[in-house]
């Protein structure tokens, strides 16, 4: 049995760490409408593997939640058992799609404390889920939107490392046994890993406001090989500035809308969201594009298809590449290089009804940054996508 409560108020530790050193991602929380079905998805389309549940058998009684893991991923997929359970209450305002960027931190409750003292709004207060294996406290903060970030701190058996060897995520939670989709994807590995980067849509005239916010409630610094002139043209009519939490652990953009000829997809994106600001995507790194990618499509992703009038002119552009270039082009990878080197991408169509959230899959030689070359070639494909769906 598990016991949730209210954590002992903190004894001062007397470390001189900061309580605002983030250790790791520990996982992004989705809200779905059907976890059970949203963890066959996306084990079956991006290989997954769907390795803990907490639902009605293991004694969950308002919720189901499915761990799904690949390499250093953890994304967590929750459906509210009842209509008044918050996951359902937000899939009906804006259908399935990322409510959490949970961080682990050394202790959950200094960590939210100082968060809050730099002037975040509490999203929830710190909750302790202990049993004989172990602790894991949560506690959260509201950033931009609809989305939290949650401080998690795990002690005995719910360690991060423990965690990340097979162990259970925390207490309810029970590892799957015999799944046949898991060995598949065992046997026919995607290659993802990490998230490399998360970013957040949010209003016009509101991307300072949480630039901001980031530097002073999470200490992120504005990434330095950032240039905000580069994507601001008229094809792109957003605005982006990307966060950094430093020690390469995340990096969270934030987009909003600019000026442009036609609709953005930010203003897309925002309309189909209840005009609240949310999660856009989140890019998932591989070490090799062509295998991750040549899997993916096998597995039936559905990926933005790019102009071949593209690959007439990147080659020139970036130069040599160790890829073979036929296989870039046929698999429709985007290709960019800057002064570190170069960097492989390619873009999900969104992965709901609603146009909002999509994933990327990134691949980086050297560089560090987004790609600011595909702006331009991606910006053109996405207009042709919001043409398709009435929205231009
Ligand atoms: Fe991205």
């Known amino acids: 049995m598990s016991t949730t409560h209210a954590p002992r108020k903190r004894e001062e530790a007397g470390s001189t760490t900061d309580p605002l050193r983030l250790n790791d991602v520990d996982h992004v929380r989705f809200h779905v409408g059907n976890a059970k079905q949203a963890a066959y998805f996306y084990a079956h389309c991006f290989g997954f593997q ?37 996951a359902q209450q937000e899939v009906m305002r804006y259908g399935d799609g990322v409510k959490d960027i949970a961080f682990n931190v050394a202790d959950a409750v200094a960590a939210w404390e100082k968060a809050v003292a730099n002037g975040a709004e509490p999203a929830y207060e710190p909750i302790e889920r202990t049993d004989a294996k172990g602790t894991v406290v949560t506690a959260g903060i509201k950033t931009f939107g609809r989305v ?60 300072n406001h949480w630039v901001s916010w980031y530097e002073n409630v999470l200490q992120f610094k504005l990434f330095k090989h950032f240039d905000d002139k580069d994507i601001s043209t008229e094809y792109s009519a957003l605005m982006s500035k990307v966060m950094d939490s430093g020690r390469e652990l995340i990096k969270i953009p934030i987009n909003e809308p600019a000026e442009g000829k036609r609709k953005s997809q930010i203003e897309e994106y925002l309309e189909w969201h209840r005009g609240t600001p949310g999660i856009q995507h989140l890019a998932f790194l591989t070490d090799d594009a062509v295998d991750s990618v040549g899997e993916l499509h096998r597995r039936g992703v559905d990926f933005l298809t790019i102009p071949d009038a593209y690959y007439d002119l990147v080659w020139d552009r970036v130069g040599e590449i160790r890829e073979d270039r036929e296989k870039v082009k046929d698999l429709q990878l985007l290709v960019d290089r800057d002064e570190d080197g170069y960097l492989l991408q390619i873009f999900t169509r969104p992965l709901q009804d609603r146009p909002t959230l999509f994933f990327e899959i990134i691949c980086r030689r050297g560089s560090r940054s987004f790609g600011k070359g595909n702006f331009k070639a991606l910006f053109e494909s996405l207009e042709i996508e919001q043409e398709r769906r009435g929205n231009l």
Do not use: W
């Not at 803990?52 to 953890?74: F, M, P």
């Not at 701190?153 to 046994?177: A, L, Q």
């Open 50 to 86: 769907i390795e803990q549940v907490a639902d009605l058998t293991t004694g969950s009684r308002d919720e189901a939640a499915y761990l799904l893991t690949q390499g250093n991923i953890r994304m967590l997929l929750t459906t509210g058992l009842g209509e008044s359970h918050p």
């Open 148 to 207: 939290v970030h949650s401080f998690v701190s795990r002690t005995g058996g719910y360690d991060m490392e423990t965690v990340k060897n097979g162990g259970v995520f925390m207490p309810s939670f029970e590892r799957i046994e015999a799944l046949p989709l898991n060995d598949y994807n065992r046997e026919h590995p995607c290659g993802l890993y990490y998230v490399d980067h998360c970013v957040g849509n949010v209003e016009l005239g509101k991307m």
